[in-house]
């Protein structure tokens, strides 16, 4: 479990930024570990802004909500940089689904945290086929700290890494949940590949 090194109690100006990735597959507590992060860092009393990709209505409008249901409110944004006009004078910003963004994600979360703002982002590190999905290698690679979260495997019940999508289809994004997607170990997703 990630222990906050610093919930960067003070002035804004004393406080050092940071990025936090968490990175995994589909299934595997992403967001419910974002969601976790941010309430502590409510309960530290900081002031904490939470955006989603607009395209993604799954379960909600507005909420940033995990599989598991617990619900965080939020603001969906057409646009990574609409996050830094609506940041506003915030101490930590949450943002879910990061791999839904395109790479302006990098810059702008580095430009939060060079204002001494803590930036948590979640995200699928790979897409259905395996591949690294953008912007998350490259938000990994410029993050102070990164969490990497499993699934449990849905054919053998050892640790899954992969996101093994039901579907004939080759688009990048399918929107979907357990009708379109299963948690797969490396052996068995490479089984089902091939």
């Known amino acids: 479990m990630f222990v906050e090194p610093s919930l960067h109690i003070g002035k804004s100006s004393e406080r050092k930024g940071q990025i936090e990735v968490i990175c ?12 976790r992060r941010l309430n502590r860092a409510r309960i530290a009393r ?6 989603k990709p607009s395209v993604d209505k799954r379960y909600h409008e507005q909420d940033v909500v995990s ?3 617990t619900s965080i ?11 830094l006009l609506l940041s506003g004078d915030c101490d930590v910003v949450g ?7 395109d790479q302006e994600l990098v810059r702008v979360s580095q430009i939060l945290a060079n204002q001494g703002k803590r930036v948590i982002l979640a995200g699928l590190d790979m897409d259905f086929e395996g591949k690294p999905f953008e912007p998350m290698p490259t938000l990994m690679a410029i993050a102070e700290y990164v ?13 899954a890494a992969f996101s093994y999508r039901l579907s004939a289809s080759k688009e990048k994004v399918v929107l979907g949940e357990k009708d379109s997607y299963e948690a797969r170990c490396r052996n068995c997703y490479k089984e089902e590949r091939t």
């Not at 995994?24 to 969601?35: H, N, P, R, V, Y």
């Not at 409110?73 to 996050?83: K, L, Q, W």
């Open 46 to 51: 900081l002031k904490v802004e939470i955006f």
């Open 147 to 159: 969490t990497k979260v499993h699934a449990i495997c849905m054919k053998c019940g050892d640790l």
């Open 67 to 69: 599989h598991n249901e």
């Open 73 to 83: 409110r939020s603001t969906p944004v057409n646009f990574a940089g609409d996050i």
């Open 95 to 101: 943002i879910d689904e990061a791999q839904f963004f």
């Open 24 to 35: 995994g597959s589909m299934f595997s507590g992403k967001t419910e570990e974002l969601i």
